[in-house]
């Protein structure tokens, strides 16, 4: 099984409607991230959190919400989706204490707002 | 200035080429620096870190170049396997920095039979 999963893979909806992505991880790390990619940018971080009392916003989280159920689950909401928040949506997940504090990254989430 | 470019290729090569991508960086006080692949619509993966000293993984080797700001990767032998985006990713110094991933718009590789 995968270590860090989210749900959905693909999910389409319409402009105004509010989703929320799932992140959930078995590899006990306590930093999760939320990103987005889109085509010719590199991905960009919305939103982190160092444990489930510590969230903060990235460079650009306007439009969204998270919120950290547990260490192991990390949601991102978008309240009234727009069109240009279509994208790839990634979650990781990072242990400092490993030294370098990499980042794996789950398989992504394809979002389209029309 | 962007603070990590990269080259967006693609780089188009034979199986067996050697080939090298170049990763550029604005901030002179970055701390660490990574490789990343990513295959097409799937998530990026941990290809290796990049030392000081440099290093190498197999056919894979990186070089950081703190002068010049740059780090390199260099893939020798290339397979077909190989054709992926690479993406630089650099983190900024600080107590709490190695958190914040910078990232390049990636590398195309395409290896052609």
């Known amino acids: 099984d995968a270590d860090v999963t989210q749900t959905p893979r693909n999910r389409i909806t319409k402009t105004g409607k509010r989703i929320m992505l799932e992140c959930s991880q078995t590899?006990?790390?306590?930093?999760m991230y939320w990103y987005r990619q889109d085509p010719g940018l590199g991905l960009r971080l919305i939103y982190y959190?160092?444990?489930?009392?510590?969230?903060n916003k990235g460079e650009i989280s306007d439009g969204y919400s998270v919120s950290r159920q547990a260490q192991a689950k990390f949601s991102l909401s978008l309240e009234s989706a727009i069109p240009n928040q279509t994208a790839l949506y990634f979650c990781?997940?990072?242990?400092?204490?490993?030294?370098?504090?990499?980042?794996?990254f789950g398989p992504g989430t394809r979002l389209t707002v029309l | 200035r962007k603070e990590v470019e990269q080259d967006p290729g693609p780089f188009n090569v034979p199986e067996g080429a050697t080939v090298a991508f170049n990763c550029t960086y604005s901030?002179?006080?970055?701390?660490?620096f990574f490789w990343y692949r990513q295959d097409c619509r799937k998530e990026p993966k941990l290809l290796m870190s990049?030392?000081?000293s440099g290093n190498e993984d197999g056919r894979f080797t990186a070089q950081l170049n703190r002068a010049s700001q740059y780090i390199s990767l260099l893939i020798r032998d290339s397979k077909l396997s190989d054709s992926a985006t690479y993406l630089c990713?650099?983190?900024?110094?600080?107590?709490?920095?190695?958190?914040?991933?910078?990232f390049g718009t990636g590398t195309r590789l395409k290896v052609l039979a």
């Open positions: 990781a997940t990072s242990d400092p204490g490993a030294g370098t504090d990499t980042q794996y």
């Open positions: 590899k006990g790390h306590d930093r």
């Open positions: 959190s160092f444990d489930v009392k510590d969230i």
């Open positions: 901030n002179s006080a970055s701390q660490s």
């Open positions: 990049v030392y000081s």
């Open positions: 990713v650099v983190t900024p110094l600080g107590t709490s920095g190695t958190y914040k991933y910078i």
